[in-house]
């Protein structure tokens, strides 16, 4: 039905591969791809030249290629060889041939991982298929041009060789970096219906990279969406978390929307983004993970995800308390709600629905500023997660800004300072006094802490 669809969107014409010899590379020299040698790591260097020097054929591939000719350090780098996997383990000490629908090869030097993959043949004709066309397995080997035809985009389709410093380029991908365009390879929409991630990589890349989508690649994106709910939710989750944690992501979300592929992804979204308040909390937690992406600096998916819910927590809070729930027990029973409509869908694994969990149940726990409870709540090891959290709450307007500054002192003050500060909380018997001082805009953070620490008290 889809396929009827999109044929009538195109105007009955599906777009055929243009008929040009895909199995030989347009090599580009030094000159020509202008790659900065010292940007690519030196165990990328080490692992193709073991696989080299053992008479095998190995490059740097994908989105370091990418990232290399867009003069970006890469975050990671995998390696393509025409060795399999078994060869490659026995080149090295430390490696390990992992996964089922693809084998890969993990090579580790300390804490540094590379992904040595074979070369995979471009039929996946054969391969079984879920009964929508989604390719479930297929592990056979072939040559580069057909490990070429198989990758995504054309920019993510590019070979570079350390050691003659050349690029082999299949698919026009160093024309589209150039042009800014992000191009599926082949036929659209053949190649998102056998990976229907693809569809939300396209997005991610578009956002991140800042690129636009050939229209032949954007064409079917509308209509194919409703093929994501056939991918398994671990798959989803990780391309998800991969879009979050791209620097990029409220522009990720944004494109997101306007392609229409949001929903059945983060179901509740919707609704979050409709919430005037909830808008705004989303924005700026997605603002400062973005900040905090661009800098180097660690986020937790737990923080990131109780942002993205939390407004939704809220509502089913109320509505449980409004039913006659005290507090607490009514603020876990919304956390419930929200994870298990979730989890279905996005898969969140234990750790991050725990961590989400903790940092929801502390936020009634800042609003009690009596007696021992602010000293007991200093000790939780997600203290910091859960006071950013506190923070962004103020800064959206949801709680008055007051309470994140209460906690900023009272995190910064010594033994004597706590105490002074406890006998001014609001309707405390310092009030008046505290009333005096100047009201700061927006909360600010506590000096001690700084950059050190990182604020969203990151998954370990
Ligand atoms: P990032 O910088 O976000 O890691 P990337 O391009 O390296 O981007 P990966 O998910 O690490 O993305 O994948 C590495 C390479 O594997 C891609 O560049 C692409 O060539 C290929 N690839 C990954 N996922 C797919 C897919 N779903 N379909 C086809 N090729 C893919
Ligand atoms: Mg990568």
New binding site residues.
């Given amino acids: 039905m889809i396929k009827t669809l999109i044929r009538r969107i195109l105007g009955g014409k599906v777009k055929e591969a243009p008929p040009v010899d895909l199995t030989k590379p347009v090599i580009l020299g030094p000159q020509d791809h202008g790659i900065d040698p010292q940007l690519v790591s030196a165990n990328a260097i080490r692992v193709t030249q073991t696989l080299q020097q053992a008479g095998f054929a190995a490059f740097i ?7 290399l000719l867009l003069s970006v350090k ?3 780098f ?1 390696i393509a060889t025409n060795a399999t996997p078994e060869q490659v383990k026995r080149l090295f000490r430390r490696a390990f041939v992992i996964g089922k629908r693809f084998q890969i090869v993990h090579v580790m030097f300390g804490q540094d991982l590379l ?1 040595v ?1 074979t070369f995979r043949g471009s039929s996946s004709d054969g391969a079984p298929k879920d009964e929508h066309g989604r390719v479930l397995r297929d592990n056979v080997f072939g040559e580069q041009h057909e490990d070429a035809i ?4 054309t920019i ?2 590019m070979y570079y060789d350390p050691a003659s410093q050349t690029v082999l380029d299949y698919h026009g991908g160093i024309k589209d970096i150039r042009n800014k365009t992000l191009r599926i390879i082949g036929v659209p929409e053949a ?1 998102f219906r ?2 229907p ?2 569809l939300l ?1 396209v997005v ?2 578009a956002a ?1 990279l800042g690129f636009s989508i050939d229209p032949a690649t954007s064409a079917p994106i509308a209509v194919m969406a409703p093929l994501i709910n056939n991918v398994p939710a671990a798959r989803v989750f990780d391309e998800m978390i ?1 879009l979050l944690m ?1 620097g990029q992501a409220l522009a990720c979300l944004q494109q997101l929307r306007k392609e229409g592929l949001h929903h059945g992804l983060l179901p509740l979204l919707d609704v979050v983004l409709e919430q005037p308040l909830g808008e705004k909390f989303v924005r700026l937690a997605l603002a400062s993970t973005d900040l905090r992406v661009r800098q180097g600096k660690p986020v937790s998916p737990g923080f990131l995800f109780a942002s993205l819910l939390w407004h939704q927590v809220l509502e089913k809070w109320a509505a449980y308390q409004a039913a006659g729930e005290p507090a607490i027990p009514a603020l876990h029973l919304a956390a419930d709600d929200v994870l298990n409509s979730q989890t279905e869908k996005l898969a969140l694994q234990r750790k991050i629905a725990s961590d989400m969990r903790d940092i929801w149940a502390m936020q009634p726990r800042f609003e009690r500023r009596v007696g021992k409870s602010p000293y007991k709540l200093l000790e939780h090891p997600r203290l910091r997660a859960g006071y950013d959290f506190l923070l962004l709450r103020c800064e959206s307007g949801e709680i008055d800004a007051e309470i994140g500054e209460w906690w900023t002192d009272f995190m910064e003050a010594d033994g004597e300072g706590r105490e002074v500060l406890l006998a001014k909380k609001p309707g405390g018997v310092g009030e008046a006094a505290a009333k005096k001082r100047p009201r700061r805009r927006s909360p600010r953070k506590p000096k001690a802490a700084g950059d050190s620490t990182p604020p969203n008290d990151v998954a370990d």
Avoid: I, L, W
Avoid at 61 to 67: E, I, L, Q, S, T
Avoid at 150 to 153: E, S
């Fill in positions: 591939v994908g989105g370091a290629v990418r990232d890469p975050k990671d995998d992904e993959t198989r990758r995504d985009f993510n389709a190649r056998e990976d991630v693809r990589r991610r890349f991140k991969k791209s």
